[in-house]
């Protein structure tokens, strides 16, 4: 019962204007889904999440011009938009997605891939990771 009060709950909230707690002001909110997904970005169904204590990351990557990251895979599912610039990723069968900025991205999950920023500013990227205490988000080749 209480999970059907909690979601009727937030879909009231995200679908209807709300009161500022601290005024009489009418707030409209607006909201937009960025990514959401079972599959990675190159159509792999995304794994179960791994037993353990939760641990969530949140990173903001900067990658700068003309950059080309090391070969890498994350063992942990992980998620990201990219804010400024323009990103590829590709994996080592080479698949590529292109990103520009306000792009989304449902990362490839143990599979090696790499990042580069052929642009001319840096590319910066926010990214969720859902992974689990003690284990690392990212192994380099």
């Known amino acids: 019962m209480k999970k059907i009060f909690y979601a009727t709950w937030l879909a009231l909230l995200l679908s209807n204007p709300i009161w500022a707690k601290d005024t009489n002001t009418l707030i409209k909110t607006d909201v937009s889904i960025l990514a959401k997904s079972s599959s990675s970005w190159d159509g792999e169904t995304l794994p179960?999440?791994?037993?353990?204590?939760?641990?969530?990351?949140?990173?903001?990557?900067?990658?700068?011009?003309?950059?080309l990251l090391p070969l890498h895979k994350h063992p942990v599912i992980n998620a990201g938009v990219l804010i400024k610039g323009e990103l590829t990723v590709i994996t080592e069968d080479n698949k590529i997605l292109h990103l520009k900025a306000g792009d989304s991205i449902v990362e490839v999950v143990d599979k090696w891939h790499y990042g580069k920023n052929d642009g001319n500013e840096p590319a910066e990227i926010i990214v969720f990771y859902a992974g689990v205490q003690d284990t690392p988000i990212t192994v380099k080749r």
């Open 48 to 67: 179960n999440y791994p037993a353990g204590k939760p641990e969530v990351t949140i990173l903001k990557i900067i990658i700068p011009p003309k950059t």
